[in-house]
């Protein structure tokens, strides 16, 4: 399958802000929901945020308020702003498409995954 491609991760302090990209490639973008995850070392993934084809938006507990996932159908790209950066937000951000969207719900066993990007909150 072809696989999305993100971009934007880095090195941030706490409190700071940034912003992911991701791509989506192979797929009816407008048509698709979109999902972000990450992973902490040692941990399993997470689901952080999602958006639906219609941009309705769904959000892990631990970052609504503070993350803000957007969606272009022009440039089939999807967008996670993040802002007042934690380090437990430390991990690889990955973005998928394609996944099966319903009543706010993500399935990730449908589509592809991206590379990751690793994003670090430390001072």
């Known amino acids: 399958q072809v696989q999305p491609v993100e971009s934007g991760g880095g090195l941030v302090q706490p409190g700071g802000s940034l912003r992911l990209s991701c791509v989506a490639r192979?797929?009816?973008?407008?048509?698709?929901?979109m999902g972000w995850y990450r992973q902490a070392p040692g941990k399993q993934r997470e689901l952080v945020a999602i958006?639906?084809?219609?941009?309705?938006?769904v959000y892990a507990d631990s970052v609504k308020g503070r993350f803000t996932i957007s969606r272009d159908n022009a440039k089939s790209t999807v967008y996670l702003q993040m802002n007042s950066l934690e380090p437990e937000d430390t991990g690889v951000y990955y973005c998928h498409q394609g996944g099966r969207y319903w009543h706010d719900s993500y399935d990730p066993d449908f589509g592809s995954w991206g590379q990751g990007a690793q994003v670090t909150v430390s001072s």
């Open positions: 192979g797929i009816i973008f407008r048509d698709n929901a």
């Open positions: 958006i639906s084809s219609g941009g309705r938006r």
